[in-house]
T-cell receptor, first 116, second 113 residues
């Protein structure tokens, strides 16, 4: 079975500081992993995804994530936080379910605050 | 650009009313999904569909039903709305593959009084 754990429901950083959002997964099949971002009162938008090519994945807005099989982790990082990065971030793992191959299991989310 | 639209951004209904939430995607995606999002609980899958007229229950289907008569449209129905169905409802669509991105609509914030 597949599952996702995001450590820390709230993370606060100063503008210009490193952003690190943690995600650990469990998967009974080779995992495909995703990070989504949700700005206030909006739907989710894909930041980046790992689909078994390069283990270091670059996404939009300067974010990147590294797939580490030995640690079952897919942590999201950004070297320098910007005020516009304040949002909620969701990690997800692909989860074949019933008749569909395209389902995702989401973590509970991490709300990122950026202080001036 | 993929576009997923939802019929309403905000909706206020009374307990016992029948509520329809509509979702339309313009990318010919096979898969469509309905989630509800509540603070601290993340996204929970209500129903999904991987083909026209096909539907499967997700993790929390009780109190909901769905309809997919055309490939681009997936409707969520609350047969008799209750206050515990007050939530944000998100629709998504994707191609049928484990590696494919799900594309989300803007969400409908439903308040049941």
């Amino acid at each position: 079975a597949q599952s996702v754990t995001q450590l820390g429901s709230h993370v606060s950083v100063s503008e210009g500081a490193l952003v690190l959002l943690r995600c650990n997964y469990s998967s009974s099949v080779p995992p495909y992993l995703f990070w989504y971002v949700q700005y206030p009162n909006q739907g989710l938008q894909l930041l980046l995804k790992y689909t078994s090519a390069a283990t270091l994945v670059k996404g939009i807005n300067g974010f990147e994530a590294e797939f580490k099989k030995s640690e079952t982790s897919f942590h999201l990082t950004k070297p320098s936080a910007h005020m516009s990065d304040a949002a909620e971030y969701f990690c997800a793992v692909s989860a074949p379910y019933g008749g569909s191959q395209g389902n995702l299991i989401f973590g509970k989310g991490t709300k990122l605050s950026v202080k001036p | 650009d993929v576009k997923v639209t939802q019929s309403s951004r905000y909706l206020v209904k009374r307990t016992g009313e029948k509520v329809f939430l509509e979702c339309v995607q313009d990318m010919d995606h096979e898969n469509m999904f309905w989630y509800r999002q509540d603070p601290g609980l993340g996204l929970r899958l209500i129903y999904f569909s991987y083909d026209v007229k096909m539907k499967e229950k997700g993790d929390i289907p009780e109190g909901y039903s769905v309809s997919r008569e055309k490939k681009e449209r997936f409707s969520l129905i609350l047969e008799s709305a209750s206050t515990n169905q007050t939530s944000m409802y998100l629709c998504a669509s994707s191609w049928e593959s484990r590696r494919e991105t799900q594309y989300f609509g803007p969400g409908t914030r439903l308040l049941v009084l």
